[in-house]
Nanobody, 123 residues
């Protein structure tokens, strides 16, 4: 089992920045890929970014490419999502997810999920 705990969400003005963190515990040595997803009110959960365990491979949704950066610190079993140039449409609950094989933008491919952290961007 893997446990994931997100933090770093909050209220920010449009154009601002936030850094989300996701701390993993449990069978972390078996994790290959980790991802961030988000879910806005009334919408489906959507892919944001993913990273391989070594950090050598990253993948972003087109909507965040160039504004968000995913990274990881394996010594701390933590994945980060640095978000810049935030816009009101980035408002959502952001979830961290982990899987054992490869990285993926498909939410069905992830076995473990955190509880989410709220991000609100005001205009």
């Amino acid at each position: 089992q893997v446990q994931l705990v997100e933090s770093g969400g909050g209220l920010v003005q449009a154009g601002g920045s936030l850094r989300l963190s996701c701390a993993a515990s449990g069978r972390t040595s078996s994790i290959y890929g980790m991802g961030w997803f988000r879910q806005a009110p009334g919408k489906e959960r959507e892919f944001v970014a993913a990273i391989s365990v070594a950090g050598g491979s990253t993948y972003y949704a087109d909507s965040v490419k160039g504004r968000f950066t995913i990274s990881r610190d394996n010594a701390k079993n933590t994945v980060y999502l640095q978000m810049s140039s935030l816009a009101p449409e980035d408002t959502a609950v952001y979830f961290c997810a982990a899987r054992y094989n490869g990285i993926s933008s498909d939410r069905q491919a992830y076995a473990y999920w955190g509880q989410g952290t709220h991000v609100t961007v005001s205009s």
